[in-house]
């Protein structure tokens, strides 16, 4: 097929099951130096009880499907270890799942909010939801590419995520520790986009003078905040 042919082809499989696909994807990048990716998808199938996936700890089809690209990445790795840049064959992978929005969901009209749901309303977004998570949807929003990488650093004692190196930077801290001292730290790095976490500001003065601060050392910056 054409695909077999394209060495930036991007396999899709919309019935999973346990990854055979991504499985010759792999073996095939490894056999002519490709740089083909997969996407699989498969919703989350609970295995029979009785089966000896089951009994093993995999509850679902998915849970194989993961395990399955893990195992098949490490041994066409093995497998080809006297080859010449096998070490640069990239076997890894992304899990996303379909969800709701992050964002918390209000019904109350003004003169139906009591003075004890306040406390509730100060962050607008689920209390469940994880750093990972807002990161997603915020790639997702300004329709950044899943697929590029993604890395986490320390700057002035908060987690900073660097999508695509400079492409995009977002902190989610929260409970006012975004500070102007952290913000000039990161401005340093003078990425394309900045998302930062509503509740993160202390108040704001705080968050318009973090506004300001990236105009004036960084205005090409886009600043946006959840």
Same mark, same amino acid.
């Given at each position: 097929s054409q695909t077999f042919f394209d060495p930036n082809a991007i396999v899709l499989d919309f019935f999973a099951g346990s990854s055979t696909t991504a499985h010759a994807v792999m073996q095939l990048n490894a056999e002519d130096g490709g740089q083909r990716k997969f996407i699989m998808v498969q919703i989350p199938e609970k295995c029979d009880?009785?089966?000896?996936?089951?009994?093993?700890?995999?509850?679902?089809?998915?849970?194989?499907?993961?395990?399955?690209?893990?195992?098949?990445?490490?041994?066409?790795?093995?497998?080809? /270890?006297?080859? @010449?840049?096998?070490?640069?064959? &990239?076997? =890894?992978?992304?899990?996303?799942?379909?969800?709701?929005?992050?964002?918390?969901?209000?019904?109350?009209?003004?003169?139906?909010?009591?003075?004890n749901l306040l406390s509730g309303l100060t962050d607008n977004i689920k209390a469940d939801r994880s750093d990972e998570d807002l990161l997603f949807q915020v790639l997702l929003d300004w329709g950044v590419d899943l697929m590029r990488p993604i890395t986490k650093n320390?700057? /002035?004692?908060? @987690?900073?995520?660097?999508?695509? &190196?400079? =492409?995009l930077a977002a902190c989610f801290a929260k409970d006012g520790l975004i500070t102007e001292d952290f913000c000039q730290k990161l401005v340093e790095r003078q990425p394309l986009r900045v998302v930062f976490r509503d509740a993160g500001f202390k108040d704001d003065s705080v968050k318009i003078n973090i506004e300001q601060i990236f105009k004036q050392i960084s205005p090409h910056t886009e600043v946006k905040c959840l």
């Amino acid at each position: 097929s054409q695909t077999f042919f394209d060495p930036n082809a991007i396999v899709l499989d919309f019935f999973a099951g346990s990854s055979t696909t991504a499985h010759a994807v792999m073996q095939l990048n490894a056999e002519d130096g490709g740089q083909r990716k997969f996407i699989m998808v498969q919703i989350p199938e609970k295995c029979d009880e009785k089966s000896e996936a089951c009994k093993a700890g995999y509850k679902t089809i998915a849970e194989i499907s993961k395990e399955r690209i893990r195992r098949a990445g490490n041994k066409i790795k093995q497998d080809n /270890a006297d080859k @010449d840049g096998i070490d640069q064959l &990239d076997t =890894g992978f992304r899990v996303l799942k379909v969800a709701d929005s992050n964002m918390a969901e209000v019904y109350y009209t003004p003169d139906a909010i009591a003075q004890n749901l306040l406390s509730g309303l100060t962050d607008n977004i689920k209390a469940d939801r994880s750093d990972e998570d807002l990161l997603f949807q915020v790639l997702l929003d300004w329709g950044v590419d899943l697929m590029r990488p993604i890395t986490k650093n320390i700057i /002035a004692g908060l @987690d900073v995520y660097f999508v695509d &190196d400079n =492409g995009l930077a977002a902190c989610f801290a929260k409970d006012g520790l975004i500070t102007e001292d952290f913000c000039q730290k990161l401005v340093e790095r003078q990425p394309l986009r900045v998302v930062f976490r509503d509740a993160g500001f202390k108040d704001d003065s705080v968050k318009i003078n973090i506004e300001q601060i990236f105009k004036q050392i960084s205005p090409h910056t886009e600043v946006k905040c959840l």
